[in-house]
């Protein structure tokens, strides 16, 4: 039976579908190794998509149709907006790229990629166990054939096996956690389960053994530690194009989803998974920061780097709840979403500059290869300075708030051990400086190996310092994204 | 816009736009465009000493307006007597380190000038900043450009002690960010430094709190036993690098001793008051000892740096007016002092290339005019009267002798053990006979050199024979803050 039915809570979804489809068969007539017509087509979809999330989002309503099916409201909507200009941004950076490679240049980096966004708008939309488990599903087929399309590189089809074996198997254990929810709750509604979960009548043994392989689930799909393994690999053997498509966007999506598994859904587990998520922190922090110094190939490194950064998000994730008290839940979980917000804003800014880097045949992934960059191109290096001191949390850039806004939510909390996780990733941020210093020095203080200039596009330069710009504004004047990320948040744990 | 805005954002946006517009094929109008920006931003600083009221106690050209709402962060601008002078000196030795750099900076001389201007700016942040967390990010925001200047124009280690630098700053400085996010949650979600000042503490929370600053600005002072990274630094870093972290950046951290440590944590200050009179104790006598054996110029000012900042924290710790007069002046002084001593050791090494005293000797037979410079500034280093280093010294050692005969005793010897490493290397450098060829073909400093060296040279004198305009402005405000360390804090 279906109460509620509203075409227009998925108006961007649809649109998206639609245009997906219209240039995949575009494509098929397309001939220039640029692709103008797909590019323009997919610029042109992914603007209005934008567009259209900015409008729903800032009017501030929230829809929920298709019985429940999905809901659009302020948080998902921004998140979906800033996955679509994500997306945009790839594309830029990434057109020359691929356009220079025998295996990429086909159409299908753009059409795959727009229905990678339609599976993270879809995840990000979900109101309900399945329909957010369809959203994932969309998303990382997408993703293990955009890893998988340089198919006559070892190493690209290593990464994509590896992804993929990984992937299904943390696919595996979310749907098994939820069909355990499933079975204890009689419901895959979000709200009901809630409900259900809330009355404190359903058998909590059960629903924990469930809540536990949903936490290992998102763990996967977050690349947090020691569900790691993927990340590293799939950075690193991805072609570079797409390791920026992987790193930016779908994290936003991930983190909805964890918005709506654990907090929409299970929040009155909140004292259960909230030890698994602190474990989760400690040992992702660990790990992430101490691999990421061994690293001598930059996108390995920023890979355990990403893995680093995960952490921090998870301390936002696990501050919400005290006691049973959910005062402070807006406050933790908004600042979990600012710092994934201005996470992929920089890891946008880093990868792109790898990508402008690479020449045909050349593929600059080494540290070693960004040598002397700041008397190649001043710009690129400014850029990549910039995005990489903000990862190293230093102010004034939009980073040091991220850390800033998690650790204030973590300290809040009050708790002894909340204070001791705290210092420990203060302490870690201190190792992750070293690491991110060591590019910026390879790009400022080592001399260049070759005298060859940098050359782009004019448009890619001005998106790119556009990039770094914001990087740095956010950081002078970050108030108006944590009121967006805050307000979004209230509304979503009002409703 | 007010003129603390003014005085801060007018040399970040000229540096940054130098940055962005300046090519080294039109070097030499890239050098006068930083020093008219330079020269400019001395200038708009000097209304906030003319218009100054020395009477008043309270903060001065206060701007207050919203910043981060969410944390209720607030862009709080204000100088009172403590800082009035750290923002004058710190345009005025911007000035000075552009004009040292003219000639001898010829590679990605944009970047070197923009550097040192977004830094300026970023300094005089720090000083102005009423707000916690604006202050930690002034704090912080300084790494990055120093970071740069050391590693991109720094000797043959640059890159070691670009990292020491960096790494050993940021160490000290996370803690202070654990502890002012404390104090926003104790204090029911404000930054206001005016709020936390007035914020009852217990006993416990404060001795945290006390060490939590501790950590951030007795690396940066550098205290006795932090202070490792500062010769490693000094020695690599390019001349006016040196001029400036001496000069200004070891103040930021004395600086945050007054603005944080004594009136937001006064009980624990006075309770720890002895530890950090001891440490600066052994910065004065046991630094100054290991200066004397120093064979490198570099290492030998950088050691003397730390005995001299021994001083300061030694004068703040004592709780009398004069003591904290004697050490805000000792700070002023010693910038002046400690920049012109780098700018001629830069001079001599832009010539032989070598920092080593063995390298040098007699080379007041070739330099005449140079010499004199540098003998005014060796005499005001070990605390002549009629310069400079004198009164700073001078003020904290009559107050360490009433506070204590056996303290002020030891902080005397430090005159001796001054004299004593600035005068033998002086005579080891400047006299006796030519030693080799390097020597006996150098070339007296230019007009260039002459200009900026003078410059330096008028201040220490002005300030060594007339002080009182440096301490008349801060009397008021001196007295104050020992009225408020004076009132404990602790919860009834």
Known sequence: MIDNFSWVAVYPEIVLLIMACVIAMVDLWVTTPRRNLTYGLSMLTLASVAIIQALYASSGTTLYSFGNMVVSDAMGNWLKCFATLAVMVT???GRPYVADRQMLKGGEWYTLTLFALLGMFVMISGNNFLVIYLGLELLTLASYALVALRRDNGNATEAAMKYFVLGALASGFLLYGLSMLYGATGSLDLSTVFTAVATGHVKHQVLVLGVVFVVCGIAFKLGAAPFHMWVPDVYQGAPTAITLLIGGAPKLAAFAMMMRLLVDGLLPLAIDWQQMLMVLAVVTLLIGNLSAIAQTNLKRMLAFSTIAQMGFVLIGMLSGVVNGNT?????????????????VLTTLGVFGVILLLAKEGFESEEIADFAGLNSRSPLFAGVMA??????????????????????????ATGQPAAVGLAIF?????????????????????????SVATVSAGADVRFVLALNGGLVLLLGLLPGGLMALCANAVVQALGS | ?????????????????????????????VRWAALFSAVLSFLVCLPLYTQFDNSSASMQFVENMPWVLRFNMAYHLGVDGISLWLVLLTSFITVVVVISAWEVITERVNQYMGAFLVLSGVMIGVFCALDGMLFYVFFEATLIPMYLIIGIWGGPNKIYAAFKFFLYTLMGSLLMLVALIYLYIQSGGSFDLVVWQALPLSARAQTLLFFAFFAAFAVKVPMWPVHTWLPDVHVEAPTGGSAVLAAIMLKLGAYGFLRFSLPITPDASHEWAWLLIALSVVAVVYVGLVAVVQQDMKKLVAYSSVAHMGFVTMGFFMFSPLGISGGIVQMIAHGFVSAAMFLCIGVLYD????????????????????????????MANCGLPGTAGFVGE????????????????????????GAAYTLWMVKRVYFGPVVNDEVK??????????????????????????PKPFTDVMNASVDQLIQQASVSKLPL
Not at chain 1, 391 to 406: D, E, I, Q, R, T
Not at chain 2, 16 to 29: E, N
């Open chain 2, 351 to 378: 010539r032989v290339h070598s920092r080593e005293i063995a390298s040098y000797g007699g080379v007041v037979n070739t330099m005449p005019k140079f010499t004199a410079f540098a003998l005014l500034f060796a």
């Open chain 1, 425 to 449: 990733a203060v302490a870690m941020s201190l190792v992750g400086a070293f690491y991110y210093l060591r590019v910026i020095k390879v790009m400022y203080f080592d001399p260049p190996l």
């Open chain 2, 441 to 466: 073909h150098l070339t007296d400093i230019n007009a260039r050199e002459f200009f900026m060296l003078s410059l330096l040279a008028v201040a220490v004198m002005v300030m060594g024979l007339y």
């Open chain 1, 386 to 411: 910039v995005c990489l001191f903000s990862l190293a949390g230093v102010p004034p850039l939009v980073g040091f708030f991220a850390k800033l806004s998690v650790i204030q939510a973590l300290v």
């Open chain 2, 394 to 417: 001078w003020m904290v050692i009559l107050a360490a002798v009433k506070f204590n005969f056996w303290i002020g005793l030891a902080a005397s010897s430090a005159l001796i053990f």
């Open chain 2, 1 to 29: 816009m007010g003129m603390l805005s003014l005085a801060i954002w007018t040399p970040i946006v000229l540096g940054v736009l130098i940055l962005a517009l300046g090519r080294d094929d039109k070097a030499s109008l």
């Open chain 1, 91 to 93: 594309f830029v950076y």
């Open chain 1, 327 to 343: 005062l402070s839940a807006a406050n933790a979980y908004s600042s979990a979403m600012f710092y994934m917000i201005s996470y």
